[in-house]
C-alpha cells in the first residue's frame, strides 16, 4: 500500500503555475505595493520618502484611469511633438510682440541719427 505524497511539487513540475501564468494574472489584476519611510531625530522629521508602486498592463492601467507616460515628452513621440509645438507657438507670439518694440527703437535711433 502506497501513500500519495502531501509534499508540494517543486516549481517546474507538475501542475504548478509557471511564472509566465503568475504574470499574466498580475498583470491582467494589477498589484499596487504602497510603503513609506519616515525618519525622525528626536520627534523632528528629517526626511520622508513615499513609495507607490503599481504593477499592471497598460490596459489595466488606463482603465484604472493611469495614463501619465502618454503626456510625458520623454516617453511619448505624440506628446514631445504637442511640447515643441506648445513652445513654437509660445516662441512666435513672443515674437509678434518684440517685432513693435524693435521697429520703434530703431525709428527711436534714425531720428536721433537725423537729429545730429
Known amino acids: ?41 528626536l520627534d523632528i522629521e528629517l526626511l520622508t520618502i513615499k513609495l507607490r508602486l503599481i504593477v499592471a498592463s497598460v490596459d489595466k492601467a488606463k482603465e484604472m484611469g493611469i495614463d501619465w507616460w502618454e503626456d510625458d515628452p520623454a516617453l511619448s513621440s505624440r506628446a514631445r511633438r504637442n511640447e515643441l509645438a506648445r513652445e513654437n507657438a509660445e516662441l512666435r507670439e513672443r515674437l509678434e510682440r518684440l517685432q513693435p518694440l524693435e521697429e520703434a527703437l530703431a525709428e527711436r535711433e534714425r531720428e536721433e541719427e537725423d537729429r545730429s
Open 1 to 41: 500500500m502506497t501513500m500519495a505524497s502531501r509534499m508540494p511539487e517543486p516549481y517546474g513540475q507538475g501542475s504548478g503555475a509557471n511564472l509566465a501564468d503568475i504574470l499574466e494574472r498580475v498583470l491582467d489584476k494589477g498589484v499596487v505595493i504602497a510603503g513609506d519611510i519616515r525618519i525622525n531625530l
